[in-house]
């Protein structure tokens, strides 16, 4: 081949006076070694040292191939300002040993340098060229084949085992889409001498071109099919870098805006090469796509598409999940406590808006479906986190209803004169609404969270503290009623009962009647504002009247104890004996008639005794009957009897004796007189 070993020292000093001064600036990467082995660095050199992890499709990747000693390193240091290894002019040993890959500088082009393959050193390493090979044009938009003009024409020479080795691998990889997927191939020709122009050189490399095409032995059904149903084409010259150090400067320059300048007629990224591979997946991408190639597995490029937005999707939502779940762990100690946490809603859909946006931000650049399904499965998963937070919120939201309703309620009553019906009503609405309000806030968009079954629960409780509470509003409304009939019936009842006579029990039932009548009114009027039904209306007044007697035969029962109705008895019978007609204490003469007066003052008196023993139910005043019904617990016959035989028996023998020594008293007393 080629050597530039004829050349003088000056020529190379002065050749190294142009390399670009940037080279300990730019990091290369061996990409894949000596050994094949696929460097875990990449992905470490494309965030921290290019910088192009949020590049997504906005890079570039190329590959340069060709015969070894070629100038290919050269021209990519000169082009790109690379750093790649350029062989030692002393030691001539082979540079380039698997792939090198670094960035351009000042751009967003990755570039991988291929060792070259006709080498002395590795000899006919056919593996790795194909392997090498079938790897760039996975992954690459454009491989520059780099040549001597001298190579041109050379149909059998490495180049072209080189060339049939690309189109077999790209027909591996690309075949099934035919026409749709194109690699761009870029000959650069090296040394041109000019004699011969650039249009006859590249009609001569595609006529050998074809003819490597024709000889491929192509897949099942595309026998037919053309070499341009794959590759672009594009040729370019270079002037010999020693020999015409200026031209050679001019052109590579004019090369190098092919790589950078959207806007060159012959700008080399086209967006039809690209391989849809964002940046930050590439690392997963090659390395998955370098595994395949070592393991001689079938490469299968969709599969491969597919794999990598899998991987990356995921990769991405768990970094997501992350930041999301040190968000939301500071609302768990607050609602595992009782609490309300203020704005859970905002609160929580934020959280989840900026986990799916930064999930969004990398992730849509993969494979539409798999970035669907995985957001899908985010969006699932987030929602499932989230959502024990809303149910706990609910159940924090139903507990402060609950205690609101019965602070408010108990407040409300305190104040004289409120309705109990109404005013739980209207607490029981604003509880309800507190809870609504509350749950509403919570309740995230694209979920399938409810509050219905709380509200209903909410609902069933308050309707249930309602009852309690009503019931113990109506005790204590009851309990106040017996206090007012207990005072309008005690003073009268005792007057009436000290004071026996035929008329005693009648005078009693009236008061009776007139008390309950009252008591009733005022039962009616105030269950009005306990909003009962008719039914329980006429079972409290039955109650109430019920309640109204027993109160009433207590108090016969209290004033008819042992010593206060003998004391009733003897206050009667003394009035009779002891009193004349005007009321005045008798003074006993000598001449007097005790006898009469005492017998009958006993005798009437002793009548009193079952007059007091039962009460009489007649009201005079209605001429009507009272009556009770009776029920398991009262026996309205019962509550008439005052006082048994017995105690009657009893009382009259202790009144008689009373009676009889208030009689002796008297009779001692003319004896005392007539002694003086
Ligand atoms: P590679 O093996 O293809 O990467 O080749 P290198 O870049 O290592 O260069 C091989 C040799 O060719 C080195 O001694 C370079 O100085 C020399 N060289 C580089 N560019 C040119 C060129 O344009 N023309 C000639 N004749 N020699 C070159
Ligand atoms: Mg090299």
Redesign the pocket.
């Known amino acids: 081949p080629?050597s530039?070993k004829a050349l003088g020292a000056g020529i190379r000093a002065a050749?190294e006076a142009t390399a670009p001064s940037s080279k300990e600036l730019l990091p290369r990467l061996h990409l894949i070694d000596d050994e094949k082995r696929f460097s875990d660095e990449l992905s470490t050199y494309i965030s921290d040292k290019w910088h192009l992890k949020n590049a997504g499709f906005n890079y570039n990747l190329a590959a340069i191939f060709?015969s070894?000693?070629?100038?290919?390193?050269?021209?990519l240091n000169r082009l790109f300002g690379t750093n790649f290894d350029?062989?030692n002019?002393t030691a001539r040993m082979q540079?380039?040993k698997g792939i090198w890959i670094s960035q351009g500088i000042d751009m967003k082009v990755l570039i991988m340098d291929v060792e070259?393959t006709d080498g002395r050193e590795r000899g006919e390493d056919q593996d790795f060229e194909r392997k090498s090979a079938l790897f760039s044009v996975a992954t690459s938009e454009v491989l520059i084949v780099n040549m001597w003009e001298h190579q041109v024409g050379l149909y059998n020479g490495a180049n072209m085992g080189l060339l049939k080795t690309v189109f077999e691998v790209n027909l591996q990889l690309f075949g099934g889409n035919r026409g749709k997927e194109k690699t761009l191939l870029l000959f650069v020709i090296?040394?041109h001498v000019g004699s011969t122009p650039l249009a006859n050189l590249s009609s001569t490399l595609m006529a050998d071109l074809e003819r490597i095409w024709i000889g491929l032995s192509k897949p099942e059904g595309l026998e037919d099919c053309k070499i341009s149903d794959y590759f672009d084409f594009m040729f370019t010259t270079?002037p010999?870098?020693?020999l015409q150090p200026e031209q050679?400067e001019i052109e590579t320059q004019k090369l190098r805006n092919r790589f950078i300048d959207s806007k060159d007629p012959n700008y080399v990224f086209q967006p039809q090469y690209s391989k849809r591979v964002p940046a930050d997946g590439l690392h997963v991408y090659a390395g998955a796509i370098w595994e395949k190639i070592m393991t001689n597995k079938d490469l299968d490029l969709p599969t491969q598409q597919e794999l990598l937005a899998q991987f990356r999707c995921e990769e991405i939502a768990n970094a997501a999940f992350v930041v999301f779940k040190d968000q939301i762990k500071e609302f768990r100690h607050p609602i595992e406590a009782g609490q309300l946490v203020e704005d859970l809603g905002p609160k929580m859909k934020q959280a989840r808006d900026v986990a799916i946006k930064s999930f969004d931000k990398d992730a849509s650049r993969y494979l539409p479906a798999v970035y669907q399904r995985k957001r899908t499965e985010m969006l699932t998963k987030a929602n499932s986190m989230l959502e024990s937070y809303f149910v706990g919120q609910l159940k924090n939201l139903h507990k402060k209803a609950v205690s609101n309703f019965a602070i408010q309620l108990q407040q409300a009553l305190k104040v004289e004169g409120t309705e109990f019906g109404k005013v739980a009503a209207k607490t029981k609405k604003e509880a309800v609404d507190f809870f609504l309000k509350g749950a509403k806030a919570i309740k995230l968009s694209e979920t399938d969270w409810e509050y219905e079954e709380e509200l209903y629960q909410l609902e069933h409780d308050l309707e249930e503290l309602t009852i309690v509470q009503r019931e113990k509003e109506l005790t204590k409304m009851l309990t106040g009623l017996e206090k007012l009939i207990k005072k309008e019936l005690d003073e009268p009842v005792k007057l009436a009962l000290d004071q026996p006579g035929p008329d005693m029990w009648g005078r009693i039932m009236t008061i009776y009647r007139r008390t309950s009548e009252d008591a009733e009114l005022l039962l009616k009027k105030k269950a009005r504002t306990f909003e009962l039904t008719e039914e329980e209306e006429k079972q409290l007044l039955l109650n109430l009247k019920r309640q109204s007697w027993v109160l009433l035969t207590m108090k016969v029962q209290e004033e008819s104890v042992d010593g206060l109705i003998l004391y009733k008895l003897l206050n009667r019978f003394e009035e009779k004996f002891q009193r004349d007609s005007h009321g005045l204490p008798r003074v006993w003469n000598p001449t007097d008639d005790i006898d009469t007066p005492f017998r009958n003052a006993r005798e009437e008196t002793v009548e009193l005794i079952p007059l007091y023993a039962k009460i009489s139910t007649l009201d005079p005043v209605t001429d009507t009957h009272l009556t009770l019904e009776s029920s398991d617990d009262f026996d309205f016959g019962q509550s008439l009897q005052v006082l048994s035989e017995t105690r009657q028996q009893e009382l009259t023998t202790q009144f008689k004796r009373k009676a009889d020594a208030s009689y002796v008293e008297a009779k001692r007393s003319i004896v005392a007189t007539q002694a003086k």
Do not use: I, P, W
Request: zero cysteines; aromatic letters at 4%; glycine letters at 12%.
């Open positions: 080629h530039d050749a060709g070894q000693s070629t100038g290919k390193s050269t021209l350029v062989m002019e540079t380039t070259g090296r040394d270079l010999h870098k020693l050679f």
